[in-house]
C-alpha cells in the first residue's frame, strides 16, 4: 500500500510513533555484535525517515526503502536539511531489487502487514536474506493476531485548526486481516476544508508461520519477543518483535 495524501501529514499526525523504541533494538544488536562492523542497515518502510535520521545520527550508514515516491520525497528533504547524503530507493519489498549487502535490515511500524498473502511475505523474506551480510540481522515488527481481533469496530480521530482525520477500522474477507478507512479533512489556501480518503489493508499471520518461513529461507536463529520488551509473547500481546540471524 502506498500512501498518497497522509505523507504531507504523516509526522505531525503520528507524533507518538515511538521510533526512539525501535532505536533502541537496533542499538542492542549493534551491541551484540560488536565483534563485526555493524553499520550498514537498511530500513524498509522508512516512510519520512523519523527513524533513518536517528540511525545517521548515530554514525551508521542507513539507506532507506519505500513503496510510497510521496513518503520518499519528504523522507529526502527531512535528510538533506539535517546536512546527510540521503540513500532512499522506491520500492516494493517483494520485489526489492539488489541495493548491496546490509549488516541490518529493519522492517518497523507493521511495514511488512501490508502485504496481502502468504507468498507476499516469503518473497520478501528471501529478498531480505539475500541482502543480509553473513551474520547480519533482520528485525522487524507485526501486529499481532490478537491485535488484528481487536481493530474492527475501533475508531481514532484527532483534529486541529488545519487538519482532522478519522480513521476507521473494519474487518476484511482474509483471515486475520484488517481495512482501515482514513478520512481527512485539510484546510487550504483559501481557508476552504478539502476532504481526502484512503483505505489501507493490513494482514497478520500466527508466530508458527513466521517463524517456518523465516528458516525455511534460510535463517539459522529467529528470536520472537513482545512489546518492546524481552518476553516472549503471550495471548494478549499486541505487536510482536522478530529477530532473525542469517549464518
Known amino acids: 500500500m502506498s500512501y498518497t495524501y497522509f505523507p504531507a501529514w504523516y509526522d505531525r499526525l503520528m507524533s507518538h510513533v515511538p521510533y526512539d523504541d525501535w532505536l533502541r533494538l537496533v542499538e542492542k544488536v549493534v551491541e551484540e555484535q560488536s565483534g563485526r562492523r555493524m553499520k550498514t542497515i537498511l530500513d524498509v518502510g522508512c516512510g519520512t525517515g523519523a527513524l533513518l535520521l536517528l540511525m545517521h545520527e548515530k554514525g551508521w550508514q542507513p539507506v532507506g526503502v519505500d513503496l510510497s515516491p510521496e513518503m520518499l520525497s519528504i523522507a529526502h528533504d527531512k535528510l538533506i536539511r539535517a546536512g546527510y547524503k540521503p540513500q532512499l530507493y522506491e520500492a516494493n519489498m517483494s520485489l526489492l531489487p539488489a541495493l548491496g549487502h546490509f549488516d541490518v535490515i529493519t522492517v518497523f511500524c507493521d511495514s511488512l502487514n501490508y502485504l496481502p498473502d502468504e507468498d507476499a511475505v516469503k518473497q520478501a ?49 482474509g483471515p486475520l486481516s484488517v481495512v482501515h478507512e482514513l478520512t481527512f479533512f485539510v484546510q487550504d489556501e483559501t481557508g476552504m476544508y478539502v476532504r481526502f480518503e484512503e483505505v489501507h489493508e493490513e494482514r497478520t499471520f500466527l508466530v508458527s508461520q513466521y517463524e517456518q518461513w523465516l528458516y525455511e529461507t534460510g535463517f539459522s536463529e529467529v528470536v520472537v519477543t513482545a512489546d518492546f520488551t524481552e518476553a516472549a509473547p503471550t495471548e494478549h500481546s499486541e505487536r510482536l518483535f522478530f529477530k532473525c540471524i542469517k549464518k
Open 125 to 173: 523474506f528471501a529478498r531480505f536474506f539475500a541482502s543480509l551480510q553473513p551474520g547480519g540481522v533482520l528485525l522487524f515488527d507485526v501486529h499481532s493476531p490478537e491485535k488484528m481481533r481487536k481493530f474492527p469496530g475501533l475508531t481514532f480521530a484527532d483534529a486541529s485548526e488545519d487538519v482532522s482525520y478519522i480513521w476507521q477500522s473494519f474487518a476484511d474477507e
